[in-house]
T-cell receptor, first 118, second 117 residues
Framework: GAVVSQHPSRVICKSGTSVKIECRSL??????MFWYRQFPKQSLMLMAT?????????EQGVEKDKFLINHASLTLSTLTVTSAHPEDSSFYIC??????????????FGSGTRLTVV | AQKVTQAQTEISVVEKEDVTLDCVYE???????LFWYKQPPSGELVFLIR??????QNEISGRYSWNFQKSTSSFNFTITASQVVDSAVYFC??????????????FGAGTTVTVRA
């Protein structure tokens, strides 16, 4: 079945630095990528949607200059948390969708990245 | 407005008991998909089921079963003879894929299931 590899699984960074999270679809073309953030004991909140080759569409309240999303190829999307602060500490999960074949592949989730900013 | 409502925040049962998780959704689309995911403590989302709006047949997979009722906009999930390994957070989700054309997945708040030995 469809597989999405998300890396790193855990990262600790210092306040003020930037962190890049990668999400790769291994055996299908991810025409659309979704990035979610999940705080402890809460649900997944959609941050942004990115279509390959286009700029990401951010949800209300999500700072696009802080959370940079790049979806330059059909198999790779990256989320960069710039100038990270402790309040950015969270669990980030990506999800890939093949819009040309939504019925077959559905939504495939990465395993998540636990970011801790100290 | 919340599109997916999981009214039960936490459920605690003793092993071998059955547990039913409620999910009520809201949409104006006639074509949509409903999902259930399991999130164990490790954090990874485990896909359990996808059901499209035109398929109202109930489904059984091992100890899991799902009851889809369009008339009440509900898509409930039952775990029969629960086991300790079933302890996790369970999310119901809705995709209003085709008519809205944005393919966003809306998640419910989740229900934490704790199965005690």
């Amino acid at each position: 079945g469809a597989v999405v590899s998300q890396h790193p699984s855990r990262v600790i960074c210092k306040s003020g630095t930037s962190v890049k999270i990668e999400c790769r679809s291994l055996d299908f073309q991810a025409t659309t990528m979704f990035w979610y953030r999940q705080f402890p004991k809460q649900s997944l909140m959609l941050m942004a949607t990115s279509n390959e080759g286009s700029k990401a569409t951010y949800e209300q309240g999500v700072e696009k200059d802080k959370f940079l999303i790049n979806h330059a190829s059909l198999t790779l999307s990256t989320l960069t948390v710039t100038s990270a602060h402790p309040e950015d500490s969270s669990f980030y999960i990506c999800s890939a969708l093949d819009r040309t074949n939504p019925d077959t592949n559905g939504y495939t989730f990465g395993s998540g990245t636990r970011l801790t900013v100290v | 407005a919340q599109k997916v409502t999981q009214a039960q925040t936490e459920i605690s049962v003793v092993e071998k008991e059955d547990v039913t998780l409620d999910c009520v959704y809201e949409t104006r689309d006639t074509t949509y998909y409903l999902f259930w995911y399991k999130q164990p403590p490790s954090g990874e989302l485990v896909f359990l089921i996808r059901r499209n709006s035109f398929d109202e047949q109930n489904e059984i997979s091992g100890r899991y079963s799902w009851n889809f009722q369009k008339s009440t906009s509900s898509f409930n999930f039952t775990i029969t003879a629960s086991q300790v390994v079933d302890s996790a957070v369970y999310f119901c989700a809705l995709s209003e894929a085709y008519e809205s054309n944005d393919y966003k997945l809306s998640f419910g708040a989740g229900t934490t299931v704790t199965v005690r030995a």
